[in-house]
């Protein structure tokens, strides 16, 4: 099975940074993404890692460990759009996500 | 990447009723996806769907309850059979794409059970 662990809530203000972690146990492992999703939509793809490293895409950027089973999700130069729960979704054989963090941006 | 059209957005049903949810992609994808989402919780995989062959469910989920119908490579049905209000939560269904655009969300369906 898979255990995948992040905080349940961050709050920080317009313009800083944030890193949301994330930690997995997987039999198996093929990629690691990050979701945002906005109250009432549906999850939008952010980033997928498979090899470690950082990738980043604009002010997202997303860290892999696979030795230490270990991801974090940057945002910077935070905006209030920003507001919104992150969800860390590991692959083994199926797709799997975490609880979710819910980042509350304030001005 | 790819467009997907869920349908009902949303819906009030009496238990012991049933729904159907429609999802048609504008390409053709082999493996479609349906999750439910609980309030306040996150997403949780029903059953993988295949063209041609019999849907593949999750441990604590069932065909009977969650029958699946997968006719084509662009569209698929989940059916929520005899609901009752713990039925209640949003399901999405989602396809996935290459791996540089992860897996793709179909705009969810807001189900009530009352």
């Known amino acids: 099975g898979q255990n995948i662990d992040q905080p349940t809530e961050m709050t920080a203000t317009e313009g800083a940074i944030v890193q949301i972690n994330c930690t997995y146990q997987t039999s198996g492992f093929n990629g690691l993404f990050w979701y945002q999703q906005h109250a009432g939509e549906a999850p939008t793809f952010l980033s997928y890692n498979v090899l470690d490293g950082l990738e980043e895409k604009g002010r997202f950027s997303s860290f892999l460990s696979r030795s230490k089973g270990y991801s974090y999700l940057l945002l910077k130069e935070l905006q209030m759009k920003d507001s919104a729960s992150y969800l860390c979704a590991v692959r083994a054989v199926k797709l799997s996500f975490g609880a979710g963090t819910t980042v509350t941006v304030r001005a | 990447s790819a467009v997907i059209s869920q349908k009902p957005s949303r819906d009030i049903c009496q238990r012991g009723t049933s729904l159907t949810i429609q999802c048609q992609v504008d390409?053709?994808?082999?493996?479609m996806f349906w999750y439910r989402q609980q309030p306040g919780q996150s997403l949780t995989l029903i059953a993988t769907?295949?063209?041609?062959?019999?849907?593949?469910?999750e441990s604590g989920f069932v065909i009977d309850k969650f029958p699946i119908s997968r006719p084509n490579l662009t569209f698929s049905t989940l059916t929520v059979s005899n609901m009752s209000p713990e039925d209640s939560s949003i399901y999405l269904c989602?396809?996935?794409?290459?791996?540089?655009?992860?897996?793709?969300f179909g705009s969810g369906t807001r189900l009530t059970v009352v």
């Open positions: 989602s396809v996935k794409e290459g791996e540089d655009y992860g897996y793709t």
């Open positions: 390409s053709q994808v082999t493996m």
């Open positions: 769907a295949n063209q041609g062959s019999e849907a593949t469910y």
